[in-house]
């Protein structure tokens, strides 16, 4: 069994640590928190080992009567492999905790890619991470395109792709977040992270990304276009290569899904955990081919995509099933898929 520890339980974080108890090959050793809130009580109702992800703050626990199992190094110190979930920045801070303790570690999207050895997108470069100290799940949008852009690039090779991204201001729960009523470019400069992102998984792929944020909060929005470098003549042949993917869903039109409300009812309706929606959300009919271009139109729930991610990266790390075994064992226990 590997023994996998959470560090950070929050949006990220929650997800990752309900997933890998569906693994029949993991264990969760714990999770670790910062403060005795909702997300602290639930977690030990669900018979998680709690720890305090600050030492000084033990005695908050206490006093909310919440019980610890100790503290976040004696929980990094029990794993063999620790998931960082905390916010952008705090992964960094860790790292020096993890390395003390020779734990091999998985951090987010919200890292940067230099604090790391790998970073990681299991369709992409699963091979990679075997052996690592220090690897990055990349960002929920990065994911989303890794996942589409490989298969089209082994299939069709991708001469250039440029995506435009409509962001979500922030999460349901982000009640600080913006803008409420504005349409932001952001960054205003190019490329948005996304791009450079996306080479840390395909080097070689030409890719330019613009991102913009809106006053949404249930997923973002991609605007996808990818010149290719032999061009199918029918569409159809592009979204039959797509519908083989098990991580991204081609919405049918007779769904009559038309945008990110729909699609999290589905979600709900279906019976996922939280509304999840873990593959990318593609409509079929927005997908085209002009020429020698590909057009599509892709959603991606920012708060769950990268949860089968970090599941394989934890195999990956430490080589306990190729690509093809964790994906198809992450997909199956999860429920990855969707008719
Ligand atoms: N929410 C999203 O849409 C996505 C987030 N990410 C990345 O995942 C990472 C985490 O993001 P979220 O889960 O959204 O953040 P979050 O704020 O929902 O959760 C982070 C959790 O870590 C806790 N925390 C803060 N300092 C800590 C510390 N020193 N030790 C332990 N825990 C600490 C916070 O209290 C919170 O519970 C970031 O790198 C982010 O960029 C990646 C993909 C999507
Ligand atoms: O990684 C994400 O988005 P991003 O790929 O646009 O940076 C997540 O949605 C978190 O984004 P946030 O940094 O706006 O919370």
């Known amino acids: 069994m590997i023994r996998v520890a959470v560090n950070g339980y929050g949006t990220i974080g929650k997800r990752v640590a309900d997933a890998v108890t569906l693994q029949p090959d993991m264990e969760?050793?714990?999770?670790?928190?910062?403060?005795?809130?909702h997300e602290?009580?639930?977690?030990?109702?669900?018979?998680?080992?709690?720890?305090?992800?600050?030492?000084?703050?033990?005695?908050?626990?206490?006093?909310?009567?919440?019980?610890?199992?100790?503290?976040?190094?004696?929980?990094?110190?029990?794993?063999?492999?620790?998931?960082?979930?905390?916010?952008?920045?705090?992964?960094?801070?860790?790292?020096?905790?993890?390395?003390?303790?020779?734990?091999?570690?998985?951090?987010?999207?919200?890292?940067?890619?230099?604090?790391v050895d790998v970073s990681f997108n299991a369709r992409g470069n699963y091979d990679e991470a075997e052996g690592a100290d220090h690897v990055r799940v990349v960002s929920c949008n990065t994911t989303g395109l890794s996942r589409l852009l490989a298969p089209v690039e082994e299939a069709y090779g991708v001469?250039?792709?440029?995506?435009?991204?409509?962001?979500r201001g922030g999460d349901p729960g982000q009640t600080g977040r913006g803008p409420i009523n504005d349409i932001l470019p952001n960054?205003?400069?190019?490329?948005?992270?996304?791009?450079?992102?996306?080479?840390?998984?395909?080097?070689?792929?030409?890719?330019?990304?613009?991102?913009?944020?809106?006053?949404?909060?249930?997923?973002?929005?991609?605007s996808v276009n990818v010149?290719?470098?032999?061009?199918?003549?029918?569409?159809?042949?592009?979204?039959?290569?797509?519908?083989?993917?098990?991580?991204?869903?081609?919405?049918?039109?007779?769904?009559?899904?038309?945008?990110?409300?729909?699609?999290?009812?589905?979600?709900?309706?279906?019976?996922?955990?939280?509304?999840?929606?873990?593959?990318?959300?593609?409509?079929e009919e927005s997908v085209s081919i002009e020429g020698d271009d590909l057009y599509?139109?892709?959603a991606i729930h920012q708060e769950s995509d990268v949860v089968p991610e970090n599941v394989d990266a934890i195999r990956a790390v430490l080589g306990e099933a190729d690509r093809g075994e964790s994906m198809a064992r992450t997909d199956e226990t999860m429920g990855v898929g969707l008719p």
């Not at 969760?28 to 809130?37: E, F, H, I, M, S």
């Not at 199918?232 to 007779?254: G, N, Q, Y």
């Open 227 to 283: 010149t290719l470098e032999d061009a199918p003549d029918a569409a159809d042949e592009v979204r039959d290569l797509l519908a083989e993917e098990s991580r991204l869903f081609l919405i049918p039109e007779r769904h009559d899904i038309d945008g990110a409300g729909k699609l999290k009812e589905y979600a709900y309706d279906i019976g996922r955990p939280r509304g999840d929606l873990w593959e990318n959300c593609i409509w």
């Open 40 to 115: 602290a009580e639930t977690a030990v109702r669900k018979g998680y080992p709690l720890y305090a992800a600050i030492e000084d703050r033990v005695h908050l626990f206490e006093e909310a009567g919440i019980e610890l199992a100790g503290t976040v190094e004696e929980l990094v110190e029990a794993a063999d492999v620790v998931v960082d979930a905390c916010p952008s920045g705090i992964g960094a801070e860790n790292k020096a905790m993890y390395e003390a303790y020779d734990t091999p570690a998985l951090y987010q999207g919200g890292e940067s890619a230099d604090l």
């Open 187 to 222: 960054p205003v400069t190019l490329p948005s992270h996304h791009g450079p992102d996306v080479n840390t998984i395909f080097p070689d792929l030409d890719i330019d990304t613009l991102g913009m944020k809106v006053p949404a909060t249930l997923m973002h929005t991609h």
């Open 28 to 37: 969760l050793v714990g999770v670790a928190k910062t403060r005795p809130n």
């Open 159 to 167: 001469e250039k792709a440029r995506v435009t991204l409509v962001r």
């Open 296 to 298: 599509l139109f892709q």
